[in-house]
Every structure is written in structure tokens, then in C-alpha cells.
């Protein structure tokens, strides 16, 4: 009976339901706090096996949250252009505004992207979409288009869906089918009484890699990475809890017993009078508030055993740092950004995390993410792609700078081979990172006077070279 009102116990404090682990795990630093909180010693774990779970838990987890949401803040700063791909041409928002004449997929690619739909900015767009596949381990993103295809010229508007309501109607031909609409017949969104059909193509589905099947959902379904979480997760809340409790309630924070002896059996107790004459002093005449001291000066003979509620000594703060690393870890965020370190972290170390985590996370995923809506809006279908781009990032200009130095070294080197018939003119603009040419994959000896002169620019050559066929 003892343990059930336990385990209801604990079930109210951290939400969700309760399993008891009887394997023995490593020594936790807040075993005595979390016995308060829970009356056992049996670890205990929030179960995250379904979505509501998993949005409670990013709702009310602050360590979670702030790791994700970081993500998205990161995410977000992206800035996205439109590039022709027969020229390498490249649109800016700033270009884009002075240009006339734009092509009208241009013009398309431009206003769905700056305006995706008519709620959301394209910042608050590009941050919901990395916390929703972050928390569920899946995102989608419905095109709403006036025609059964889906492509750039005649998507109207972007819209994220929560994910948490999303069912996919499966066929089961998992290994059978070449096409997405051999396996998934449908989306069902389900919230409530209210229901709404997706076809397929309609959904752009971004999901985190799955390694479980247990249902036959997991076939297209990504896992969160919350669910490898869990015991780090509850070790923060309960954490948390504890600190609540000691600054809500205090606690015990004294014995006091009495110090009279009779010279005999030892110490004598204090008499139901005594007790009760000390303790009504210390409520109505001492403590924090107008009007009291704070400091007892008693006739009786007593002694007072300090009990010790300094939360460092406890460890509280010391498993949220070490359980708030792990969570960083799996979402690959360096941990200094969120301020792990107790000492507290240096400009230089700070200045590097930022430079890590657009590296080794931001870029990389925002690259992949907008890889997806070229292809499910068959932007390329048209000439035109979306690219993104970090280059305006303080922390990321160092970078840029030395990008630049290395390519003006490599252009000396590619001009003198050009100059020289080596290399071809698209070998030489290739090695810097530029697009290749129409007309640029000849050497300087097969090139025609005309061509000559659009590379020339401000450069001298000899002679043999103005007339190379001479």
C-alpha cells in the first residue's frame, strides 16, 4: 500500500507515468533529497514513449527546452537565397528588390520564402520547423497548391503541422513499393473531433533515423531522440524538485534536545512544558520577518544540532550540469552555449562553441533541410534553386576572411597556368569556388578574341597573348 501511494507520489511530481528500475544504477549525488520527494530508493524514470509524453516533457523540462530551442534560435538566422543554376547566378534579397524584369519563379521563390504563409514570418518559420523534429523526431510541412502537383510555380503558401497529431495510413508494402505513395496511402491529421487528409505528396516529411520496429508505423516514423534520454531527463526534474522543496519548505533545520544531565542515566528529555515553551518562542518571537530576532536566548538548558540544506553540498546543481551535458550531447549543441559550466565559460570559449555548433549542426542540417524542398518542390524543374547561407555571422567572418585569403592564392596560381594555355578559363574561376561558364571550358589558345577580352579585364599580358593566333 506504502509504495502504490509512493508511486502516485512521484507520478504527480514529475507527470507522466512511473516505472520502477530494479537493476542498481550508479550512486546518484541527490539520493537523500530525492527520498524526500519520493519515499523510496528505487530509481524511477519518466516513460516517453508517446507524443504527449514527449511535448510534456519539452513543455515542462527548462534544460530540454533550452537546448532545443537554442537549436532553433541558430536555425533560424539562416538567410536564404534563390541561385540560377545554368549560371550560378545568385539572388540576394537586396538584389532581388533592385532587379527588374525577375523571372516569375523568381518572384515566387522570393515571396514563399520570405512569406511562407500568412502567420508566420520566415524566422519564426525556420525555428518551428527544427523544434518540431527535434522534440517528435518527426516535422512536416504541408504546400498548399491550387493543382494536384506540387511544385514551385504553383505553391501558394508553407505550413508546419504539429506533429504530434499526425498519422500516417500505411499499405504495408514497405519493401514492394518504389514510390512514397506505395507505402503511405495518406496523412491523417487527427486533433480531437477535428480530422483532416493529406495526400502524400503534399507533406514533406523530415524525420531522425528509427532503429525500432515495433509497430508498423515505425516504418516511416522517425524516433525522438528524447527517448534515449529519459534517465538524464527525470534526474534533472527531480533535481529541480528538490530545490524547489528545500527553498519552499525549508525543512528541518535544527534539533533542538535538552542538555540537562542527572549526573546518573545521562541526559534528561525536556517535559512536555519545556518543549512547548521553546517551540512557541521560536515561531511567534524568532525568525526572517519585521519584528523578530534572530538570534534565541532561553532559560532553558538545551542543545541545538544544526541541520545542514546547502543545496551545492547536496549535489543538486552538480547532476543537472553533468545530466544537462548528456542532453547537449545527443542534440549535438556544445554545452557551453547553454551555460553548463559552474565556473562559467570564457569569451574565447564561447566564441568557439558558437563556431562548432554552426559547423558541426546548424549549417549541415539547414543545408539538408532546404536540399528536401528543392526536391519536393521540384524547384530545379524551373532553373532555380534555394541555397542557404551563415556568411553573415560575426563568429563566422574569421572563417570567411580566410577563405578569402586562401582563394586570392589560388587564383594567382590558376591565372599564371591560364595565361600560360594549362588550364581552361572554368578550371581557373572552378578552383575559387566559383560557377563554371557557357563559353569557359577552352584555354586561352582555342578562345576567340571576344572571349579574350571578357576575362582581360584589368590584367596585362604579352603580346602573344592579345593575338593568340597569330
Known amino acids: 500500500m506504502a509504495s502504490k501511494l509512493r508511486h502516485k507520489l512521484a507520478e504527480k511530481i514529475l507527470g507522466g507515468a512511473i516505472v520502477a528500475k530494479s537493476d542498481p544504477l550508479s550512486p546518484l549525488n541527490i539520493s537523500s533529497a530525492r527520498e524526500v520527494l519520493l519515499g523510496a530508493g528505487t530509481p524511477m524514470f519518466t516513460r516517453l514513449g508517446t507524443m504527449t509524453q514527449l511535448e510534456k516533457e519539452y513543455c515542462e523540462n527548462p534544460v530540454l527546452a533550452s537546448v532545443i530551442n537554442l537549436k532553433a534560435d541558430y536555425a533560424s538566422n539562416a538567410r536564404i537565397y534563390v541561385r540560377d543554376i545554368r549560371n550560378g547566378e545568385i539572388f540576394t534579397d537586396k538584389i532581388y528588390r533592385e532587379s527588374k524584369g525577375v523571372d516569375k519563379i523568381v518572384q515566387k521563390m522570393f515571396r514563399l520564402k520570405n512569406n511562407p504563409n500568412p502567420v508566420q514570418s520566415t ?5 518551428l520547423a527544427s523544434i518540431f523534429k527535434d522534440v ?24 508546419h503541422v504539429w506533429s504530434q497529431f499526425m498519422i500516417p495510413d500505411i499499405t504495408g508494402k514497405y519493401f514492394d513499393r518504389t514510390s512514397k505513395e506505395g507505402i503511405i ?41 528524447q527517448e534515449s534520454l529519459s534517465w538524464a531527463l527525470s534526474n534533472i526534474k ?10 519552499r519548505e525549508r525543512g528541518m533545520r535544527a534539533i533542538i534536545s535538552s542538555a540537562q544531565a542527572d549526573g546518573v542515566a545521562g541526559t534528561m528529555p525536556m517535559d512536555d512544558t519545556e518543549k512547548e515553551e521553546v517551540q512557541e518562542s521560536l515561531k511567534t518571537e524568532y525568525g526572517f520577518m519585521e519584528g523578530q530576532s534572530q538570534f534565541m536566548v532561553t532559560k532553558n538548558n538545551i542543545n ?10 547536496l549535489g543538486l546543481l552538480n547532476e543537472i550540469a553533468s545530466d544537462a551535458m548528456i542532453v547537449c550531447s545527443r542534440y549535438n549543441v556544445p554545452e557551453t552555449l ?14 568557439t562553441a558558437e563556431r562548432r555548433m554552426y559547423q558541426n549542426t546548424t549549417i549541415p542540417e539547414e543545408e539538408d533541410r532546404w536540399e528536401d524542398i528543392n526536391n519536393w518542390l521540384k524547384c530545379r524543374d524551373f532553373n532555380y534553386e534555394y541555397i542557404v547561407s551563415f556568411d553573415h555571422i560575426p563568429v563566422l567572418q574569421k572563417n570567411e576572411k580566410d577563405k578569402a585569403e586562401t582563394n586570392k592564392f589560388v587564383s594567382a596560381q590558376y591565372k599564371e597556368m591560364f595565361f600560360a594555355g ?14 563554371a561558364t557557357s563559353w569557359g571550358n577552352k584555354r586561352i589558345t582555342e578562345m576567340s578574341m571576344d572571349e579574350i577580352q571578357k576575362i582581360k579585364g584589368n590584367y596585362t599580358i604579352n603580346d602573344s597573348l592579345e593575338n593568340p593566333n597569330a
Not at 123 to 127: G, N, P
Not at 338 to 351: I, P
Not at 424 to 431: E, K, L, P, S, V
Request: aromatic share 14%; with cysteine.
Open 304 to 313: 541545538v544540532h544544526h541541520i545542514d540544506q546547502d543545496v551545492r553540498k
Open 422 to 435: 594549362a588550364c581552361t578559363y572554368n578550371d581557373w574561376i572552378q578552383a575559387v569556388g566559383l560557377p
Open 238 to 247: 527531480i533535481a529541480y524538485e528538490s530545490r524547489n522543496v528545500i527553498a
Open 123 to 127: 524566422k519564426e518559420f525556420l525555428a
Open 185 to 225: 496511402r495518406k496523412w491523417e491529421f487527427v486533433r480531437g473531433v477535428y480530422t483532416k487528409e493529406f495526400h502524400p505528396d503534399e507533406i514533406l516529411h523530415r524525420k531522425e533515423p528509427n532503429v525500432r520496429f515495433t509497430r508498423s508505423t515505425d516504418m516511416v516514423l522517425g524516433q525522438s531522440r
Open 338 to 351: 547553454v551555460k553548463l559550466y559552474m565556473k562559467g565559460a570564457t569569451f574565447e570559449n564561447q566564441d
Open 136 to 159: 517528435f523526431g518527426n516535422g512536416y510541412t504541408y504546400a498548399n497548391s491550387g493543382t494536384d502537383d506540387i511544385n514551385i510555380k504553383d505553391v501558394e503558401y508553407l505550413w
